[in-house]
């Protein structure tokens, strides 16, 4: 009988929490970098140290919105490298995933990324740098992943796969980030400058005799 209340106990929570998230969702599509723990709060119908209780402060707000967002992220990453066409076409379905969803949510984006803009106060203590490098590093080891399995990369392949998961994942979040803000051009094109721009070594290697291809 304990344990089945626990039990329910945890559903309880884990639901009030996804409830807690969206509202914070719906907060930060409205003002972006300079969503406050009060408005948040206010669209949860809560008060503040109820926010609090649930995530801590901003930067465990933020973590919790991190990982919401960045699974959605990589799930369609994967699908994209996953797709049955061939290898130029899917690094270019993979860049203009990652750009497709930050074009569709930029104040998401930015708030994640630039909690701070627009002459926004940050929360005390709250360190972007701090936050937002977890989720890079994150998305640079999925990204290696992939290539391990799916590129022959020869005796010293998983470095090469890790310093390339990581490189491109910083060549997409720069790129990403100054077309998001300054849109000299449709994404299409970006994506395509992109790829051309990876389309060196990755064009030429083989693919592993042991994995699926890529």
């Not at 406050?36 to 109820?50: F, R, V």
């Not at 491109?168 to 720069?174: E, Q, R, S, W």
Request: glycine fraction near 10%.
């Amino acid at each position: 009988m304990e344990t089945s209340q626990r039990e329910e106990q945890h559903k309880a929570a884990e639901q009030r929490r996804k409830e807690l998230l969206e509202a914070a969702d719906r907060v930060v599509l409205r003002e972006g970098p300079g969503a406050s723990m009060n408005a948040i709060a206010a669209e949860a119908g809560i008060t503040k140290p109820i926010l609090y209780r649930h995530f801590g402060d901003k930067g465990g707000l933020y973590r919790a919105l991190a990982v919401r967002h960045t699974d959605a992220l990589l799930a369609g990453l994967r699908e994209a490298l996953d797709a049955p066409t061939n290898r130029r076409e899917r690094v270019e379905t993979t860049l203009d995933s990652y750009l497709a969803a930050i074009e569709a949510r930029p104040q998401v984006y930015r708030f994640l990324m630039h909690p701070a803009d627009e002459g926004q106060p940050s929360d005390q203590g709250f360190d972007v740098g701090r936050h937002s490098a977890p989720l890079l590093r994150r998305m640079g080891e999925e990204l290696a992943q992939v290539i391990a399995e799916r590129v022959d990369l020869g005796p010293d392949g998983e470095e090469l796969a890790r310093a390339w998961g990581h490189g491109i994942v910083g060549m997409m979040h720069a790129a990403g980030d100054w077309w998001l803000r300054e849109r000299p051009f449709p994404r299409e094109q970006l994506v395509r400058y992109l790829a051309d721009l990876l389309w060196g070594r990755l064009a030429t290697s083989g693919d592993r005799a042991d994995g699926p291809g890529f």
